[in-house]
Nanobody, 124 residues
């Protein structure tokens, strides 16, 4: 299964963006999907994850109340709505899949390869 992240861009602090993660295969609807990010010179970090049916979500403390993960299995797509963006949110954002939300969060990675990611730049 290949996941492709898109929707990044340049936005001013306080602005909003919605990222999309599109899957190449229908089977992704059986997996949890998560968003991760990596800023220059920093390690990749967990951002948010959602269970296969959307019934469970988890967001990193740094984005709670500002970011919301959701999914539309009919479109094989997972979204990350980002509001009140801060310069420290600047990073390349990636999506990945795993068997469950806790696995994505604890292992800080998914099954399969990472893909190219999408750049989010927040200017002050």
């Amino acid at each position: 299964v290949q996941l492709q992240a898109s929707g990044g861009g340049v936005v001013q602090a306080g602005g909003s963006l919605t990222l999309s993660c599109a899957a190449s295969e229908e089977i992704v609807v059986k997996y949890a999907v998560g968003w991760f990010r990596q800023a220059p010179g920093k390690e990749r970090e967990f951002v948010a994850a959602i269970s296969y049916n959307g019934g469970m979500t988890d967001h990193a403390d740094s984005v709670k109340g500002r970011f919301t993960i959701s999914r539309d299995n009919s479109k094989r797509t997972v979204y990350l709505r980002m509001n009140s963006l801060k310069p420290e949110d600047t990073a390349v954002y990636y999506c990945a899949f795993h068997t469950a939300v806790p696995a994505l969060k604890s292992r800080n990675e998914g099954l399969g390869s990472w893909g190219q990611g999408t750049q989010v730049t927040v200017s002050s």
